[in-house]
């Protein structure tokens, strides 16, 4: 069973809800029938029933929940619950009722403030910044998290290192610029994601292009810095730092440039020291391994709502609502 197989059969266990707001793109409509027939997550559709029922062309949705914000009775109390949230910015009932009646992603992500779903997944015909928005907005930062952070899941094809060819890259979707506070705790989030999504012990790589001091920079520093505060919040986990990649995940490398490190060569999560690295890295790694690429999944947001590449698949939206699905089970 491959690992989004495992995923599936998790989410299967424990049914989620979760919000598709993007009714107007026909990848949400093919990856809907699959995960109805499938049973992994109830699904609520979030749009006009006129304008679903003609863009999910022959695509059988039937299982799913159709909310229009028009009509829907809940929708005046979402108003009333955005303006308390939003009224020392400035929201009104008038903005919030022409927000929510025309920005469906607000819509799902009051609807997971609400407790009517789960999680949602969007992203696939909207920004990251689109889709975060709300989600910073109204749901805030999980008790205990500092900050909001993205990272790709990846499943590599024919692959001994990371957990059998599964690894998490953080961050790899979000912070343009971590300082060394930051990186420290997207290293931890990261690997707490690793063990709700995996069941396997997280091994923390902090990575840089240099190799226990083998180049000067203050790029380097940083990522020093960085697994010093990460050792410091949490002093089990197994995490080192600084590490060039063949030195975080070869065996052989990370014996001959790391010596007694508990993480050289065994990494499964890879911290990168800022957003370029980050996604030129995971971009690589899908194209040229041939790898999965789950994401851009979010950690430390207070319920799951996860985003997706804009050049995403059908088949990589059914993945990531059962990601969402897994994680709404552990929150």
Do not use: W
Not at 134 to 152: E, R
Not at 285 to 295: H, I, N, T, W
Not at 300 to 318: H, K, M, Q, T
Request: aromatic fraction near 4%.
């Amino acid at each position: 069973m491959g690992f989004i197989d495992e995923i599936k059969a998790r989410a299967k266990a424990d049914k989620k809800t979760i919000v598709l707001p993007e009714t107007e793109d026909e990848r949400t409509y093919k990856a809907a029938e699959a995960v109805l027939r499938d049973g992994t997550a109830n699904l609520i559709l979030v749009g006009k029933k006129e304008e679903i029922e003609k863009n999910k062309k022959n695509y059988d949705i039937s299982g799913a929940v159709i909310v229009d914000p028009a009509t829907s009775e809940k929708t005046e109390s979402y108003i009333a619950k955005l303006v308390e949230l939003r009224q020392k910015k400035g929201m009104t009932e008038e903005k919030a009722r022409e927000l929510l009646l025309s920005n469906y992603l607000y819509y799902g992500v009051m609807m997971v403030k609400m407790k009517d779903a789960d999680g949602m997944v969007s992203g696939a015909c909207h920004s990251t910044a689109d889709t975060l928005r709300p989600c910073l907005q109204i749901l805030k930062t999980k008790p205990g998290t500092k900050l909001v952070s993205a990272f790709f899941l990846m499943v590599v094809p024919d692959c001994d290192m990371g957990a059998d060819g599964t690894f998490i890259f953080g961050d790899s979707g979000l912070e343009q610029n971590p300082d060394p506070e930051k990186l420290a705790n997207i290293a931890l989030s990261s690997a707490e994601s690793f063990r709700t999504l995996t069941g396997k012990e997280p091994i923390v790589a902090m990575l840089s292009h240099s190799t226990k001091g083998s180049a000067k920079h203050a790029d380097v520093d940083k990522v020093v810095e960085a697994t010093k505060l990460a050792k410091e919040l949490a002093p089990d986990l197994k995490l080192d730092g600084e590490l060039q990649l063949d030195a975080a995940i070869v065996p052989a490398v990370g014996e001959s440039k790391a010596p007694g490190s508990p993480v050289a060569g065994h990494a499964n999560v890879l911290i990168f020291p800022d957003l370029d690295a980050g996604n030129i890295g995971y971009k690589l790694v899908q194209r040229l391994a041939k790898a999965e690429a789950y994401g851009p999944l979010t950690q430390g947001i207070a319920a799951p709502v996860n985003d997706l590449s804009r050049g995403c698949s059908a088949e990589d939206i059914e993945g990531v609502v059962a990601i969402t699905a897994v994680q709404a089970q552990a929150q």
